[in-house]
């Protein structure tokens, strides 16, 4: 299975972005999908994540600015960043727990930052 990210960009404060990151490879069901950032020097945090029925979860940094949904039939999940600062300027990480077959564990899978920049 892999987490292939894209989206991120420069950008001024104030401004908008859209992550999306679609999850490939041998699948039979994702359950939970999220977002982590890491910024230099920091711990990698959540963002935000949301279950296969899609309920949600966010940090507090970023409620109201931030809003996650996915796309079950594209194994997609998405990002939508608005009124972007300074301060979450990060690589942005997806993340997965999927199930390859009916009769196996889940599995938790990352995939590849995607560098976000907010200048001021």
């Known amino acids: 299975v892999q987490l292939q990210a894209s989206g991120g960009g420069l950008v001024q404060a104030g401004g908008s972005l859209r992550l999306s990151c679609t999850a490939s490879?041998?699948?039979?069901?994702?359950?939970?999908m999220g977002w982590y950032r890491q910024a230099p020097g920091k711990q990698r945090e959540l963002v935000a994540d949301?279950?296969?029925?899609?309920?949600?979860n966010y940090a507090d940094s970023v409620k109201g600015r931030f809003t996650i949904s996915r796309d079950n039939a594209k194994n997609t999940v998405y990002l939508q960043m608005n009124s972007l600062q300074p301060e979450d300027t990060a690589g942005y990480y997806c993340?997965?727990?999927?199930?390859?077959?009916?009769?196996?564990?889940?599995?938790?899978?990352w995939g590849q930052g995607t560098l976000v920049t907010v200048s001021s």
């Open positions: 490879g041998t699948i039979f069901s994702i359950n939970e």
């Open positions: 993340a997965a727990y999927v199930r390859e077959a009916e009769w196996e564990d889940e599995h938790h899978y």
């Open positions: 949301i279950t296969s029925s899609r309920r949600t």
